[in-house]
Nanobody, 114 residues
Framework: QVQFVESGGGLVQPGGSLRLSCAAS????????MGWYRQAPGQQRELVAR???????NYADSVKDRFTVSRDNAKNTVYLQMASLKSEDTGVYYC????????WGQGTQVIVSS
């Protein structure tokens, strides 16, 4: 069973950028879709971005045109490039397969604050 380790979070000012990484314990080549989730304080996890094996991406309206998801199968890693960050982007970010949910990692915390 593949597991994920998220990293790259931190404290950033509004308008800043961060690049999150999701390292899988095993090959992700066989995983058709990989997604990034965000859990804001007191709320459920929300799927904010996903990418298929062919490179097709989808984004929640709240992050569209600001976030970019990519994957590097050779490195067993999925990335989330975050730009023009807003305070509303604050939360814990997780990665997972939105089709076949696997064990959740601990996530990486992003705090956007001036």
């Amino acid at each position: 069973q593949v597991q994920f380790v998220e990293s790259g979070g931190g404290l950033v000012q509004p308008g800043g950028s961060l690049r999150l990484s999701c390292a899988a314990s095993r090959s992700i080549t066989r995983i058709y879709t990989m997604g990034w989730y965000r859990q804001a304080p007191g709320q459920q996890r929300e799927l904010v971005a996903r990418i298929t094996s062919s490179g097709t991406t989808n984004y929640a309206d709240s992050v569209k045109d600001r976030f970019t998801v990519s994957r590097d199968n050779a490195k067993n890693t999925v990335y989330l490039q975050m730009a023009s960050l807003k305070s509303e982007d604050t939360g814990v970010y997780y990665c997972n397969d939105p089709i076949i949910t696997m064990p959740w990692g601990q996530g990486t915390q992003v705090i956007v604050s001036s």
